[in-house]
């Protein structure tokens, strides 16, 4: 079987820049309504569930209740692929059209992982396009869930680091299974590289400076617990009540008036948004040129080495 590794690789590019948001970003959501009441568990009735697949994501939508629950589906760790990464954005905009759908619960549906992060298999031993592709793949889904107006809670079932962790900063609220085993963070530093400057501002605006300058410098993985209290996820609860807590949580979200909250939302992430949009081919650019680079290449072979000797 194919290896596909796990690791996040990123590099750094920072400096200012506010320009506005792309059209059609934030996308107008479900007709206003509110939700007084939600099922306590995943099993909607079948009557109000409209579910759609592609071979890594899976979707279920209810209808009735105005909420779609989306399973990564890349194992054994789900990670983060171009065919992924592609497959999320159809299905996501899909969802955005829906006028049913006001949230969206993200989850794996592999025990034990959410996401280990980026596919260095896209990173190693491609040419230029292939590279510029897979980033703007990344981008567009991090802006994709940054900036939507669907409620997004992230249903963190198992380990996020990296790739994993950047998806769930972007949601609006993060339940992670309370499974000392399991950590979340952006590691990139471990692996002698720096996240990118769109990362840091999401994990600043979610932690703060001098939180995000320790976990960041040092590349924390951090147990549920230890995430709980800087801020990282909001709650943490027993793995089997992880899928029925997002789902209370979300009733609790949805009983705001949906224009309120999603204009709140944009006055709130807007800038750091618009901060990657106007420099998002530049940032594409600095990503295939650091990625192309023979050191990097040699480090991304020593270390899928690593990982196929592990294996065995």
């Known amino acids: ?18 320009g506005p948001l792309r059209s059609g970003t934030f996308l107008r959501c479900a007709t206003q309504h509110r939700l007084e009441k939600m099922p306590s568990s995943i099993g909607f009735p079948e009557a109000s569930r409209r579910p759609f697949s592609s071979h890594r994501i899976l979707v279920d939508v209810d209808q ?11 194992p054994p760790v789900n990670s983060l692929s171009l065919e992924l990464l592609t497959e999320f954005v159809i299905s996501w905009e899909k969802l955005e059209n829906d006028k049913s759908c006001r949230g969206v619960i993200l989850t794996s549906n592999s025990p034990k992982i959410f996401s280990a992060g980026l596919d260095i298999t896209d990173m190693y031993g491609k040419n230029a396009a ?76 979610t932690i703060g400076n001098r939180a995000s300058e320790h976990a960041l410098q040092r590349g924390l993985l951090f147990p549920p617990a230890d995430a709980l209290k800087i801020g990282l996820v909001d709650q943490i609860v027993p793995e089997d009540k992880v899928q029925s807590t997002a789902l209370s949580v979300m009733s609790e979200w949805l009983k705001i008036p949906d224009h309120a909250r999603q204009l709140t939302k944009t006055m709130m992430r807007k800038p750091t948004a618009d901060r990657l949009l106007k420099q998002r081919e530049a940032d594409i650019q600095n990503f295939v040129s650091f990625i192309s680079k023979d050191s990097i290449q040699k480090s991304l072979h020593m270390y899928l080495k690593f990982l196929k000797e592990r294996e065995k």
Request: aromatic share 10%; glycine share 10%.
């Open 130 to 205: 292939h590279y510029a592709e897979f980033w703007k793949a990344v981008q567009e889904v991090w802006l994709k869930l940054y900036t939507s107006n669907m409620v997004v809670i992230a249903a963190i079932n198992g380990s996020s680091p990296a790739g994993g962790c950047l998806m769930s900063l972007a949601s609006d609220y993060r339940i992670m299974a309370d499974n000392p085993k399991y950590t979340i963070g952006l590691n990139e530093t471990l692996l002698g590289i720096v996240a990118p400057f769109w990362f840091k501002d999401n994990l600043v605006n």
């Open 64 to 74: 009735s209740h105005g909420v779609a629950t989306m399973k990564l589906k890349n």
């Open 1 to 18: 079987m194919a290896l596909r590794a796990v690791s996040a690789l990123t590099w750094g590019l920072g400096g200012p820049g506010v």
